[in-house]
């Protein structure tokens, strides 16, 4: 199994443009969740996704982000229009359950200019 | 919601000290209880987990202690190991459809 893939690993942007990030969770995981890491405030659940349907999105900064997951192997993080406090590494997670541990991706490093 | 406190932020000790972590939470009904491992430029792994029908678990140099009661738990590494440094983070969750909770990590640095 390749484990959580991610794309890109790294993405610099300017201020205003929109970035996509993509994830590909492990076959079989039906729960998938997208965090976001910095120095000052850590790891931050930003949304997750149970069978497809995002279950808690309270996460997410503001309407500038969405996520969607159209089907069981692909999801995406859509920041639109970026700004530079968003830089950060985001990184998708896969599980396959409830009370199971999560398989991290190598996650995306933003930096927006 | 959850919320998870981690200490110390910074842990260095030598090669073949032990080395402990300790984790709070606020949510009682939590009731799964992971530890993850991140080395530079990487995802986070995972290292060791306990739910809460669990006192402690161990795996190989590698334990995990739970207080229900205290709501804390503990990370505990015996003969620690240069390539232990790497920056360690605790979590909780619980089975009513939450995600997991992080806390801000300990970085643990172990020289020879």
């Known amino acids: 199994d390749a484990g959580v893939i991610q794309s890109p690993r790294h993405e610099v942007t300017e201020m205003g443009q929109e970035v996509t990030l993509r994830c590909k969770p492990i076959?079989?995981?039906?729960?998938l969740f997208w965090y976001r890491q910095t120095m000052m405030r850590g790891l931050e659940l930003l949304i997750y996704f149970n069978n497809n349907v995002p279950i808690d999105d309270s996460g997410m900064p503001e309407d500038r982000f969405s996520a969607k997951m159209p089907n069981a192997s692909f999801s995406t993080l859509k920041i639109q229009p970026s700004e530079p406090r968003d830089s950060a590494v985001y990184f998708c997670a896969s599980s396959p359950g409830q009370l199971h541990g999560y398989t991290f991706g190598s996650g995306t490093r933003l930096t927006v200019v | 919601g959850e919320n998870v406190e981690q200490h110390p932020s910074t842990l260095s000790v030598q090669e073949g000290d032990s080395a402990v972590i300790k984790c709070t939470y606020s949510?009682?009904?939590?009731?799964?209880f992971p530890w993850y491992k991140q080395e530079l430029g990487k995802g986070p792994q995972l290292i060791i987990d306990?739910?809460?029908?669990?006192g402690e678990k161990k795996d190989q140099r590698i334990a995990v202690t739970l207080n229900k009661t205290a709501k804390h738990f503990s990370l505990h590494i015996t003969e620690t190991q240069p390539e232990d440094s790497a920056v360690y983070f605790c979590?909780?969750?619980?089975?009513?459809?939450?995600?997991?909770?992080f806390g801000k990590g300990t970085t643990l640095s172990v020289s020879s």
């Open positions: 949510d009682s009904a939590s009731n799964y």
């Open positions: 076959s079989g995981h039906n729960s």
């Open positions: 979590a909780a969750s619980h089975q009513a459809g939450t995600a997991l909770i």
């Open positions: 306990i739910r809460s029908n669990v």
